[in-house]
């Protein structure tokens, strides 16, 4: 019995003293990457920009690798930010949105919808995006807040040990010399950070026999639909003009897809419910030659660095004609079937 209890006081002495040890390492991170760690967090530009920016950029990262608000703001005379995220969901862009239309004169927000952004289950999908969430938001109230809304039970151990890993991590560069060096190399652009194009092309036999061979779940998380309601009326409370934004996907993935129309039909569908405009910059006209596999994506879902220079360009080409009052519906095509059945789409195949 004696050595029961011993055993028993040795195991608390033992958790206790790594809990003693682990306990700041969640502070540290937290709080230090708040201030200097660009890798982790954009908190310092966007605290740097507080009270000026009329434009936000809301979505996953299909839109944290497409929208360069430097680029936009040349074009447009805009001041914008990106406040799109890896693996965000819809709770988080409530969040993030939030937060920064409470401290600026916001006037425009563009909402990126990827083609699963509201068919992801919030309850499947892993805490790394809410995360990721609490670690791009300002306030400390709204840190905790968010977490205590949104993090289940089992979430919250996985953040418990994602902060101390990276906390470590932190102090470890710091000790060693060399964090100065990586914060040089990681400094965002307003939100977007831009990524190496790879060779995604396909010889033209394969890419004829993977047309229209996938199909993409089609159901509805209506949790999903409840935040972005959420966001409308946000943005409805101080006469916000809102957009609808599908981002290229690779020429392959596209050509793989069978039921693109049935997902672009629901957002057209929300946007006339909504009264806001939506626009598929996969029907784009044009983007058979503008936009290559070869030269312009990431993988199949992200654009890279230079793909996302064609398309913010492209998609400030739609906004200028929406603000002198033409129809930018011209330059799309009217569906993925009509797309895809062109000779200039098919033309593709002999081209890459």
């Not at 289950?121 to 807040?145: C, Q």
Request: with cysteine; net charge negative; aromatic share 12%.
């Amino acid at each position: 019995m004696h050595s029961f209890r011993r055993a028993w006081k040795n195991t608390v002495l033992f958790l206790g003293l790594v809990l003693a040890v682990s306990l700041p390492l969640p502070a540290f991170y937290y709080e230090y990457s708040m201030k200097n760690w660009t890798r982790t967090t954009d908190i310092v530009e966007k605290n740097f920009y507080a009270g000026s920016l009329d434009t936000v950029f809301c979505g996953a990262s299909h839109g944290y690798r497409a929208f360069i608000p430097t680029d936009y703001d040349a074009k447009m005379g805009t001041v914008s930010y990106n406040l799109c995220g890896v693996l965000q969901p819809m709770s988080g862009r409530v969040a993030l949105l939030e937060e920064e239309l409470a401290r600026n004169p916001v006037r425009t927000v563009v909402i990126e919808l990827s083609f699963n952004a509201l068919s992801r289950d919030p309850g499947t999908e892993g805490a790394e995006g809410k995360i990721d969430v609490i670690r791009h938001l300002v306030s400390r109230r709204d840190k905790a807040g968010y977490a205590l809304q949104n993090l289940r039970a089992d979430e919250w151990k996985i953040a418990y040990y994602m902060a101390v890993h990276n906390g470590f991590s932190i102090a470890e560069e710091l000790l060693a010399g060399k964090a100065e060096e990586n914060f040089a190399q990681s400094v965002s652009r307003k939100g977007y950070l831009g990524a190496q194009a790879n060779d995604l092309g396909l010889t033209p036999a394969e890419y004829e026999k993977q047309f229209r061979t996938v199909s993409i779940e089609e159901k509805v998380a209506e949790e999903n639909l409840h935040d972005l309601d959420r966001i409308f009326g946000l943005c409805r409370e101080k006469n916000i003009d809102v957009f609808m934004v599908t981002v290229p996907l690779s020429y392959r993935m596209v050509n793989s897809i069978e039921n693109l129309d049935v997902l672009r039909g629901r957002y057209e569908k929300l946007a006339k419910e909504q009264n806001c405009e939506f626009w598929d910059f996969n029907l784009w006209k044009g983007r058979e030659t503008l936009f290559r596999d070869r030269e312009d994506f990431y993988d199949d879902l992200h654009l890279a660095q230079s793909g996302a220079e064609k398309f913010t360009a492209v998609f400030a080409q739609v906004m200028q004609m929406k603000e002198c009052g033409e129809d930018p519906g011209t330059l799309f095509y009217d569906s993925y079937r009509e797309m895809t059945g062109t000779d200039e789409w098919k033309n593709v195949w002999i081209k890459d």
